[in-house]
């Protein structure tokens, strides 16, 4: 049983003034994102406006050094102090829990989780939401590694990762495969952080989780499945991002493979 669960969130009716009748909560982590956040606001609302979607995005910032707040706080003066919501973190502390922080200040029913450097293209938004629609998801995530959306639909193109060199799509690959041979998780990608989740369903799991940094994406998914929350995928395109350094490292990638070990063990 889920205890955030309500009777508008077991429905596919929202209470939203738009034809969707939903309302989509972007949560978009940053550090050092100044050069990115305005393109990718700018696309989040191109992609909401043409859709006729109602929406917001919360900016958790990590007390970035390069200016990122106070480009944040110009946006919410050119899209309004309701679409671009900036709360601060003292410093760096983790992105599961910057997905916690948010999670405080978000007034959709559905919550979009995706990183700030261009990685994700919001382009693909609008197809986790049919998607979401036609078969009354709990969560949409995207995949780089299906051709296919599953549930199946007609519009969906093979997804794939664009900029990384072989030596960074072999550890992905492997760490994929790894997940996938001793978790059995039901999912394609489980190191992708571009999803689209039900807001009791996401508070609900969050709950539920223990990990921090990349670890916590792939036990959001392990738990989502074990809680028997139903999942879609949607193969999207990954781009390496354009401004600022990768922030995965050596000790990530031990972590992660701890992570397994410990979600193998307990979940």
Do not use: C
């Not at 995005?57 to 106070?70: A, K, L, M, R």
């Not at 050596?250 to 992570?259: C, D, F, H, L, P």
């Amino acid at each position: 049983m889920n205890p955030f669960e309500s009777n508008v969130s077991r429905n596919m009716q929202g209470s939203f003034a738009s034809s969707d009748t939903h309302k989509y909560s972007v949560i978009l982590p940053t550090y050092n994102e100044r050069k990115n956040l305005p393109v990718i606001v700018w696309l989040l609302a191109k992609t909401f406006t043409e859709n006729q979607l109602e929406w917001e995005v919360i900016v958790v910032d990590d007390n970035s050094p390069d200016g990122t707040q106070e480009v944040a706080k110009q946006l919410a003066k050119v899209y309004g102090e309701d679409k671009i919501v900036l709360k601060p973190r003292a410093g760096k502390l983790g992105l599961g829990t910057a997905y916690i922080h948010g999670l405080n200040f978000v007034t959709g029913d559905f919550v979009i989780i995706m990183d700030a450097d261009f990685s994700h293209h919001p382009k693909f938004i609008p197809q986790f939401i049919r998607l979401q629609k036609a078969h009354n998801l709990d969560i949409v995530t995207g995949t780089r590694y299906r051709s296919t959306s599953t549930p199946y639909t007609s519009e969906s193109k093979p997804g794939g990762v664009h900029g990384w060199d072989f030596k960074r799509k072999l550890v992905s690959r492997g760490a994929n495969f790894l997940a996938d041979t001793v978790l059995n998780p039901g999912v394609s990608d489980l190191t992708g952080s571009f999803r689209l989740y039900r807001l009791p369903v996401l508070r609900h799991i969050i709950t539920e989780t223990v990990s921090k940094g990349y670890v916590f994406q792939m036990e959001m998914m392990v738990r989502a499945r074990a809680l028997g929350y139903s999942v879609g995928e949607v193969p999207i395109t990954f781009v390496d991002r354009i401004f600022g350094d990768s922030k995965l490292g050596a000790n990530e990638i031990v972590s992660y493979a701890k992570g397994v070990w410990t979600l193998f063990t307990t979940v």
